[in-house]
């Protein structure tokens, strides 16, 4: 698997700055592509007149394989990311050779988490997104000793995310499928990571999606928490080596 490039989605409401603390370790050894998704960073959001999907985030990750003239990589994504690298498993199952799902998880959204997720994205069109959004996220993507250097990172990643595309990401998660499906039928080398302390997709969302992929490995890190290539660089760097290079 060494020779086949490994392409990294970022989470929310982040982009891919987020990866900055694995980028050499991964780098030294592996190809590594980290795009902004649509709407965030400094990717632009389309005007398509549709309802935001993941679906169409799978396209432009395939768009982007197509411009980069890549067959097929080892896709990985942290949370969100996670949930579009299965939206292009969904889509193309045939451009992934390798599967790094990052404190993540395969289930659809209850209905409460949707609704909130709808709330989000109606007070990011209204508002922006600074000043409350990171507040109200941090206690849940960090774990409760992460650092002032993380908690500040985190913090000013968020702050500088265009409210449209956050409010596209939102919706866009909140109407996403249940992907186990998906998952059991992906017969490719699998590596999934989650913080021990995770409280957004805990541990038992990871066990389940290594259960159901065919070729996975599990690997669970201790004290941190949602955010672990932040949290934990030297341990998501280390998993993704061991199962990938």
């Known amino acids: 698997m060494a020779d086949l490039p490994l392409l990294l989605l970022h989470a929310f409401p982040a982009d891919a700055r987020m990866w900055q603390r694995v980028r050499d370790p991964l780098s030294a050894r592996l190809r590594l592509i980290t795009p902004d998704q649509r709407g965030l960073g400094r990717s632009p959001l389309p005007e398509t007149g ?59 959204d209850a209905p409460e988490a949707a609704a909130n997720r709808r709330k989000i994205a109606e007070r990011a069109e209204s508002e922006g997104v600074t000043g409350w959004l990171a507040e109200s996220m941090l206690p849940n993507l960090l774990a409760e000793n992460a650092t002032p250097d993380v908690v500040e990172t985190v913090r000013e990643i968020i702050d500088s995310q265009p409210p449209a595309g956050v409010a596209w990401a939102a919706r866009a998660m909140a109407v996403r499928p249940d992907s186990l499906d998906v998952l059991a039928k992906a017969d490719v080398p699998a590596l999934v990571v989650v913080g021990e302390q995770d409280k957004l997709t805990p541990p038992e969302q990871a066990k389940a999606m290594a259960e159901a992929l065919p070729g996975a490995e599990l690997a669970v890190l201790p004290g941190v928490g949602h955010l672990t290539p932040l949290e934990d660089p030297d341990g998501v760097s280390d998993a993704i080596l061991r199962r990938f290079s």
Do not use: F, H, N
Not at 85 to 98: F, Y
């Open 50 to 108: 549709r309802e935001p999907d993941l679906a169409d985030a799978a396209r432009d990750v395939l768009a982007l394989l197509d411009k980069l003239e890549l067959e097929k990589v080892v896709l990985g994504g942290c949370s969100m990311g996670g949930y579009l690298a299965m939206a292009v498993l969904r889509a193309a199952p045939e451009r992934v050779g390798g599967l790094v799902l990052i404190d993540t998880k395969a289930s659809a």
